[in-house]
């Protein structure tokens, strides 16, 4: 009914620099939440302020609805925006910001009064806040009133411009949590962008990663987080980062920090495809487990590797560089023995080794990606 | 760590050596701001000098008033003011209306083009802003003779709509540039935020811009009352009574014969008054709008 769909949609600023929005496609379901994640410059804004109309385009179409609005008035196009500065009218009152775009529409005074007060009950803005200035408020409690201004429009598609970035830190877990319940409560379709990529992951039903103007995945947050389809994707989802390696192909896999990680016969068969003779191996710091012996043997809590036609766990060891505690967790800053570069690994705060010491991690060559290092594709496994 | 006495205690202290250095620097840190302090009294008090001398010389009688040193003390009158306020009459009357009426004029036209230069440049927009200013770069001794010639031909000479116009002309250029910066400062976001609510041109300028703006419209209204209420060299040359202001009236006390220094003081004082009452009101939007246009 009213999903969002950008067909092959581009943003050009300077004619002959390269596109900051390349020829987007993008299908955005009724009443999902898409997520629009990148880095600077990614284009992700860009390609919001096209669907609001604030851009123009310079190739492709966008639709709402099944309806073509590439060439449709922003206040006509049945969206509101909530902006990341929430660019809230300082000589109104709250109740007058909210009420703005209806009396524009000129909706009656009566029927305008009701739907602020029924916004602001949905986001816990107290009635005495209404006839307050926006000087007046907090942050958090100017941002709700960003949010109420679209709220109160009633309008097919929500677009959300980083609204969260502005708070502390606390807050805006908070707030996150309260805004992605609220979006499930009223169903509307909602296209929200960050650079954040914990709140890409913990908001969104499915997430669109782009990079200089490029989709480069639009999945659910697991399937990013398990099958990315580039070295970009791999890199970017996930905190702390993913390890990314370069290694020299073997037989049977790639030798890494003195041992070889074993690849399964797809991943070596794509590989000798392309004829590389070195991949990018991409590890998890969560995937990186502490291990006492220097083989494949069991320590206290891993369950003994299967052999047989199954691949077996391979050993980095390697010197702890730095340790940074986070409570439950420590990363641990490993310098991989054999020249294998550093590396990140997580382990239980408790049982933490200290810097200095040497250490061995054993990963599963299940949790292993391995990315062909000219284009960054995934080699498939 | 030994410590460097000057010359007569031989007996070494034990602790102060690094504290009196210390208490050393804090006496030379205090002295050094006291000293710029006085200096920016005595430059201030330097300034101001003149101004009061002007104002309390209002207060004496002629025969008193043109003496050297200058009296301070004396028995104040109110005789020169009393001149002063019956000769002034059309004279201040021209200068409000001219200095009203051309300020009406100058915002009337200067906040649609400082719209147009900043919230949605027009194509050239920096040629248009440099033409302005550009304006006020020739003399305007040397445009007098074109100016009382037009006036001439088209019957304004003595007519106080002849200063409204030229007034207004004057005033333009910098208006334009100081409501261009306040309306740079309306965040870019507020107004396509507007837009997306659906407000149209005129929605946009009365209900989102205008009350971000309007500190600056005052600010820069007094700016143009002041300029204007102050100008001598257009009015002296292009008017003879019909639109003669006060600056005119003002150098009519310095006649041929001698000078009526208590007479012209009192109505310096009396001319200065509008403009200071303007300047105080205005004085914290006047220093933003002015930097403000530097910075932008």
Known sequence: MSGVRYVGASRVYTKGASPAVDALDLDIKDGEFMVLVGPSGSGKTTALRMLAGLEPLDGGRIEIGGRDVSDVEPKDRDIAMVFQNYALYPSKTVAENMGFALKMQHVHKDERDRRVREAARILDLDDTLLERKPKALSGGQRQRVAMGRAIVREPSVFLMDEPLSNLDAKLRVQTRSQIAELQRRLGITTVYVTHDQVEAMTMGNRVAVLSGGHLQQCASPRELYDNPVNQFVAGFIGSPAMNLQTATLTDGGARLAGAVIPLAAPVRAAAARDKLTEIVLGIRPEHMHLTTGAGPTADSAAPAAPTG??????????????????????????????????????????KSPAPGQRVAFRVQPDDVFAFNPATGARLAG | MTAVTAGDAPAPTPAPVPDGRRRNRRAREISGQAGWTVLGWVVGIGFFIPVLWMVVTAFKPESAAETWPPKFTFSPTLSEFRLVFNGMDPYIEHSAIATVGSTIVVLVLALPASYALSIRPVGKWRDSLFFFISTKMLPVVAAIGPLYVIALKTHLLDNIWLLIILYAAMNLPLAIWMLRSFM??????????????????????????????????????????????????????????????????LISSVPQEGLYIAHLSAAATVASVPVIIVGWIAQRSLVRGLSMGAIK
Do not use: K, Q, Y
Not at chain 1, 333 to 350: K, N, S, W
Not at chain 2, 193 to 205: H, K, P
Not at chain 2, 207 to 213: L, S
Not at chain 2, 228 to 235: P, Q, S, T, V
């Open chain 1, 309 to 350: 036609p199954e691949l077996s766990a391979a050993v980095l060891s390697g010197e702890v560089l730095l340790v940074e505690e986070l409570g439950a967790d420590a990363l641990l800053h490993v310098r991989l023995a054999d020249d294998g570069g550093a590396i990140v690994a997580r382990t239980e705060g408790r």
């Open chain 2, 184 to 249: 740079l400062e309306v965040p870019s976001e507020m107004l396509e935020a507007a837009r997306l609510d659906g407000a149209g041109r005129i929605r946009e300028i009365t209900e989102v811009i205008m009350p971000v703006v309007s500190p600056g419209l005052v600010s820069t209204g007094l700016i143009c009352i002041i300029f204007a209420w102050n100008e001598l060299f257009l009015a002296l040359n292009l008017t003879v009574t019909n639109a003669a202001t006060m600056p005119m009236f």
